[in-house]
């Protein structure tokens, strides 16, 4: 089997509402589809969600990659042997994770099509076929509408994430706060701060954090300050039960291996977009539980390719320290996938059909492609 044809299609996908976390506010999302087909017929899909604060790609640079760089190793290539490809790739290009996680998406689909199982199977994964999902209350200023959000969210879900560190101290606080009088005692909080506290403003806030029933801190402060997240970890973790999640700080499997050394955090989110796809990140979730550290699947609120992949991946992965982060194709006006995920008590199934096990929507990618606007 040999691939016969690569094709890179940019898309302009809206989100349904702004979307606020960190120092961005999304309302449209560059999201780039990778369409290998093969000379049997088969046809293997991958997404690329780039996120700028995470590496420099570019929807336009994807494509770029994708023509110039990707193509010419995968054409005529036997898509079975996706290590040999993907480091001729990378032996030409550095930090294109987001390229390469749509990259190992359609290797991976057209693997486990031809062998006729859903990818999870293909990877030899744990037989689970439920994965739990957390609602996403993106940061606002205002509390009162922090506490609105949780509570929409908290009919769907029942781990719920916040974000911080965008605003003041105080008034993150506040939000958080606020929210949990909303939603009651019921729903656990996940709480992401991107990496812009300071050690002090954890010390400032981890009471209040656990009375408001917040399990998990992710990257409470700045990505490459391992000594600092090292401190938080202590303030959280032994003194008030909060695991810390190692995020923007683990981009390899390596950087497992620093984390662990100087107790970073507790917990490695393996998403796999950040992480260049599936494969590197079972990789790096082998390297934290050799580490005695905890696993979370993450995202970046992608579409249904990206997200399908996302659910073999946390059914792979199996056991985790809290729920996934993979209901970001409801975040968007649009879908290009079938059929739409729809989490019944906060839970989403693993697609069981062949590869992804998901039907790509010609008509919505032909609609969304962004060389028609
Ligand atoms: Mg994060």
Known sequence: MNIVSVEAIPLRAELSAPFRFAHITRTVSSNVVVRLTTDEGLVGWGEACPVPQL??????????????????????????????????????SHAIDFTMAAVDTALLDIA?????????????GYATDTVEVHGSVGWDADPATVARTA??????????????GRGSLEGDLRGIEAAREEVGEAHPFLLDVNGLWSVTDVARAADRLRRAGVRLVEQPVAPTDLPGN?????????????????????????DVVRVAHAEAASVVNVGLSKLGGVSAA????????????????????????????????????????????????????RQITAPVIAPVDSTLEVPRGPGLGVEIDEEALTALDARRH
Not at 73 to 85: I, K, Q, T, Y
Not at 112 to 124: E, F, Q, W, Y
Not at 290 to 312: D, K, R
């Open 55 to 92: 590496t420099a790609e570019t929807q336009r640079s994807i494509v770029e990659i994708v023509d110039e760089r990707v193509a010419p190793v995968l054409l005529g290539a036997d898509p079975l042997h996706r290590s040999e490809w993907a480091g001729r790739i990378l032996s030409t």
């Open 112 to 124: 486990a099509k031809s062998a006729g199982v859903p990818l999870s199977r293909h990877l030899g």
């Open 151 to 164: 509570a929409t969210a908290a009919e769907r879900f029942r781990w719920l994430k916040l974000y911080a």
């Open 230 to 254: 090292a401190r938080a970890t202590r303030i959280l973790t032994d003194g008030n039960g909060i695991d810390v999640v190692a995020d923007e700080s683990v981009r390899r499997p390596q």
């Open 282 to 333: 079972l990789r790096t979730a082998d390297v934290a539980r050799a580490h005695g550290l905890g696993v979370l699947v993450g995202g970046v609120v992608e579409l249904g390719i990206a997200n399908a992949a996302g659910l073999h991946l946390a059914a792979c992965v199996g056991a985790t320290s809290g729920p996934a982060y993979l209901m970001g194709p409801l975040k968007y006006a």
